[in-house]
């Protein structure tokens, strides 16, 4: 199975300041059909995953434009350009290239 | 897009359980399906993915032989039969739609004596 490795695990930010969470996979992510089906989502406290990006770098519909991701292969990146209140929560990177789908840990994220 | 799942509840180990969850808002019959279950020990883990017309499936190592996924489109349905259940199947259990881009709320699945 595909290891999903996150880091760090807890991510005290200030509000306003910048966030970043390193996603890394033991394989490529690489589709035979050209596409890399890493996903981030976020769970808020109490509630359901929320899917944020798509395929790397795509964002969901209503979803800030303070949230991106990049990478390629098996290195990933989410970044929150500024943090805001409503922004905790636990991040998680999920790949859907390979079966079985795999997530990583989740990221902590709360604001110092 | 709606999806409520129902049919959590305490079971025994070695007990069934049978989870459903009822899908609106979009066009069930043209998308795969999923149940993810989440612990806090564990985590997420993708547990079931089962194709749009029901005739793929895919399961987790941990659950293959004993959990089955299914779906009815006519009635925007889905199912996951669960048997031989242990206390490591507890969880709450959600469904979601095709790349996780929608969610239920999730059903609590206790196993426990």
């Known amino acids: 199975d595909v290891v999903m490795t996150q880091s760090p695990l807890s991510l005290p930010v200030t509000l306003g300041q910048p966030a970043s969470i390193s996603c890394r996979s033991s394989?490529?992510?690489?589709?035979?059909?050209?596409?890399?089906?890493l996903i981030w989502f976020q769970q808020r406290p109490g509630q359901s995953p929320r899917r944020l990006i798509f395929?790397?770098?795509n964002r969901d519909s209503g979803v800030p434009d303070r949230f991106s991701g990049s990478g390629s292969g098996t290195d990933f990146t989410l970044k929150i350009s500024r943090v805001e209140a409503e922004d905790v929560g636990v991040y998680y990177c999920?790949?859907?290239?390979?079966?079985?789908?795999?997530f990583g840990q989740g990221t902590k994220l709360e604001i110092k | 897009v709606q999806l409520v799942e129902s049919g959590g509840g305490l079971v025994q180990p070695g007990g069934s359980l049978r989870l459903s969850c009822a899908a609106s808002?979009?066009?069930?019959?043209?998308?795969?399906m999923s149940w993810v279950r989440q612990t806090p020990e564990r985590g997420l883990e993708w547990a079931a993915h089962?194709?749009?017309?029901?005739?793929?499936?895919y399961y987790v190592d941990s659950v293959r032989g004993r959990f089955t996924i299914s779906r009815d489109n006519p009635m925007n349905s889905l199912y996951l039969e669960m048997n031989s259940l242990r206390a490591e199947d507890t969880a709450v259990y959600y469904c979601?739609?095709?790349?996780?881009?929608?969610w239920g709320q999730g059903t609590l699945v206790t196993v426990s004596s």
């Open positions: 979601a739609k095709d790349g996780g881009v929608d």
């Open positions: 808002g979009f066009t069930f019959s043209g998308y795969w």
């Open positions: 089962i194709s749009q017309d029901g005739t793929v499936k």
């Open positions: 394989q490529s992510l690489v589709h035979s059909d050209g596409n890399t089906y």
């Open positions: 395929k790397v770098s």
């Open positions: 999920w790949q859907a290239t390979h079966w079985p789908h795999t």
